[in-house]
T-cell receptor
């Protein structure tokens, strides 16, 4: 069974600085997707970024980028130029290449605080 | 706004009771997923429906059941409620079942917060 581990329950960063959130996963499959979701206090789940395992190039979305290390089964999220609005829970998630189902498997989350 | 709606937003009930949570997927989405998020935890997959049929089951308790209706809305029924069932319940929808390399994003609703007293 696939698992996702986020070992940092809480992180903090100063506004305008850079922070990296860690995620590791376990799978025996070679093709899959990885995601970072943001959950602000409103509790809405917001997709931040996704990575296809077959792509070697790391995904980027504006100030958000990932460091995908397939062999190490590591998938970290880097937030550059942090803003107060980035404060939220961040969840790493895994999804296998779908056949019958494409359910998401989530980690336990990292709470990010941003200080002015 | 993802286009997925969930009602009610909040629900407070007592142990032993039964409740129904409702989800309306985005227009045209055939697949519906239910997830449970206990306090400060990650989301746990409960069950998936596709075009009215059950597609996959996660760690869903026998006291819980779900269905998807012909108009594609879905209901999650929770019975014999226990204190530990207090959680945020999310519904997500996606256009179809993805196949091969086709990406199939899941769009999340705002959730229903269930409190069991």
């Amino acid at each position: 069974a696939q698992t996702v581990t986020q070992s940092q329950p809480e992180m903090s960063v100063q506004e305008a600085e850079t922070v990296t959130l860690s995620c590791t996963y376990d799978t025996s499959e070679s093709d899959y997707y990885l995601f970072w979701y943001k959950q602000p206090p409103s509790r809405q789940m917001i997709l931040v970024i996704r990575q296809e395992a077959y792509k070697q190039q790391n995904a980027t979305e504006n100030r958000f980028s990932v460091n995908f290390q397939k062999a190490a089964k590591s998938f970290s999220l880097k937030i550059s130029d942090s803003q107060l609005g980035d404060a939220a829970m961040y969840f790493c998630a895994y999804r296998r290449f779908p056949y019958n189902t494409d359910k998401l498997i989530f980690g336990t989350g990292t709470r990010l605080q941003v200080f002015p | 706004d993802s286009g997925v709606t969930q009602t009610p937003k909040h629900l407070i009930t007592a142990t032993g009771q039964r409740v129904t949570l409702r989800c309306s997927p985005r227009s045209g989405d055939l697949s519906v997923y239910w997830y449970q998020q206990s306090l400060d935890q990650g989301l746990q997959f409960l069950i998936q429906y596709y075009n009215g049929e059950e597609r996959a089951k996660g760690n869903i308790l026998e006291r819980f059941s779900a269905q998807q209706f012909p108009d594609l809305h879905s209901e999650l029924n929770l019975s014999s409620l226990e204190l530990g069932d207090s959680a945020l319940y999310f519904c997500a929808s996606s256009p179809t079942l993805a196949g091969g390399s086709s990406y199939n994003e899941q769009f999340f609703g705002p959730g229903t917060r269930l409190t069991v007293l």
